[in-house]
């Protein structure tokens, strides 16, 4: 039998860039004089843009700043349109323009968000460090940097931005769920599990946490308990492949074979260019001295680029 190598998957909730940061907004009294056109299409932009009506949105805020070129507030947010538009080059041209006007954190932290989209991770950390030289307490600013670092690798900086965003906003569940996988990421795995048990703790439905900490208990050989925290995210989630491979894999150190095999047949079911699911449920066939079933399976991880499967298939016809 060839060397064992089962691959969990852990997931971080970093998802740099994925929302630009409107600042809670006050409407501006308007007189019905007309001499605050620029606030009547401000405020008419605001009410688009919260209905998701981002074209007119557009239109508002932009008919605010011809009525008003240092409306810093309407460059913002049409820089936040923009991004929910996902032009994303147009979204920085406006937080360029509104920090010309004053220099805000929420213009450099939604900048940063706009950068990270478009694939430029070092601008993105430039400015979430410069939210936080602004307002020292920016728990976003810290979370997303911290991301970034856990992106390259830098799980110490990771622990500590995540740990800065935790103290500035202490029901911070995404931070406590991202710093327990840098602490896995560093082998501490007792500081992994206490970490994800508190971002499950603020969040109940947080299906990811209870994957990660599923994870962590695998790590640490408690295969039962890895088991439940699986069950426990597929049942918030039953769309969940990672967990579904995962609990095959605990499966698998249970000696049930046969339903380690059930498990990557439903990670496949969901996503059929999972290739590490397609890897361990040929691990799992072995046992079942399915050899053919076996090679079939690796021969097609190693086609969906998991490059661990390659070496399984040296003994298959």
Known sequence: MKKVIFTLFAAISFFGGATAQTDSIVKAKVLDDGSQDAEKFYNAGISAFAAKNFQSALTNFSDAIGKKADFERAWY???????????????????????????????????????????NKAG??????????????????????????????????????????????????????????????????????????????????????????????????????????FNKAISLKPDYAFAYNNRASAKFKQKDYKGSVEDCNKAIQLNASYGYAYMNRGIAKEMLRDDAGACADWKKAAELGAETAKNYTGDCK
């Open 77 to 119: 947010n049409r820089g936040t349109t923009k991004f929910e538009m996902k032009d994303y080059n147009g979204a920085i041209a406006d937080f360029d323009k509104a920090l010309s006007i004053v220099q805000s954190p929420d213009s450099y932290f939604s900048r940063g968000q706009a950068k990270y989209a478009m694939g």
């Open 124 to 229: 993105a950390a430039e400015d979430y460090t410069k939210t936080i030289e602004v307002k020292s307490d920016y728990a976003q600013a810290y979370y997303y940097r911290g991301g970034i670092k856990f992106e390259n690798g830098d799980y110490k900086g990771a622990i500590e931005d995540f740990s800065a965003a935790i103290k500035a906003k202490p029901d911070y569940a995404y931070a406590y769920n991202d710093r327990g996988s840098a602490k896995r990421m560093l082998d501490d795995i007792d500081g992994a599990i206490s970490d994800y048990s508190e971002a499950i703790r603020i969040q109940k439905d947080y299906y990811i946490a209870y994957n990660n900490r599923g994870s962590a208990k695998f790590d640490a050989g408690d295969y039962a308990g890895a088991i439940e925290d």
